[in-house]
């Protein structure tokens, strides 16, 4: 039995400590929004958050998830179904192509933009570097990410006046 945070919510199930995290996230809690695309920590389709940090859910073994935080991409819409400003900033700057790849990368989007909502070109591709897109190019990805950014900050400027 193994114990952790998924989305918000506590989660226990049965599941050995070896089975692989997208295993235990796809199959046993039906959480396909994460993407299995290498297999072999190559391609970042598979990135969750594992305490607000991106890892390789294909890499990541059920045994170290135990009385830890894992989000998903199904995790960061409002529960209203309303889509995260990450979310709508990739679709409005055409940063979503077949959209294999846009989980992972609006999770590490995310991740970045935790720390910083105004991150530089630099830190923007680095945090990205384990996120590989076969459709966009990354130019698109980039303008939503900073796009993202700044409607985050926005957020946060209206509920500090509010
Ligand atoms: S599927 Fe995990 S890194 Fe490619
Ligand atoms: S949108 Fe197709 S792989 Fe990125």
């Known amino acids: ?16 400590p070896e089975a692989r995290v997208i295993d235990v996230l796809r199959d046993g809690l039906g959480l396909t929004g994460t993407k299995e695309g290498c297999g072999r920590g ?3 389709a598979c990135t969750i958050l594992l305490d607000g940090k991106p890892v390789n859910s294909c890499l990541l073994l059920a045994g170290k998830i135990a009385d830890r ?16 400003p990450i979310q709508e900033a990739f679709l409005d700057k055409g940063a979503v192509q077949c959209g294999f790849c846009t989980p992972g990368m609006v999770l ?9 909502e105004t991150p530089e070109l630099e830190e923007i591709e680095e945090a990205l570097s384990g996120n590989l897109c076969r459709c966009t190019g990354y130019g698109k990805i980039v303008e939503a990410v900073r796009e993202a ?11 500090g006046d509010a």
Do not use: P, W, Y
Not at 108 to 116: G, I
């Open 149 to 159: 950014g700044q409607r985050l900050m926005h957020e946060s400027d209206q509920q």
């Open 108 to 116: 590490s989007t995310k991740a970045l933009l935790d720390e910083n």
């Open 69 to 84: 935080e894992i989000t998903t991409i199904e995790g960061i819409a409002s529960e209203d179904g309303a889509l995260h």
């Open 1 to 16: 039995m193994i114990r952790f945070k998924c989305n918000g919510k506590a989660v226990q199930l049965e599941a050995e």
């Open 42 to 44: 190559e391609c970042g």
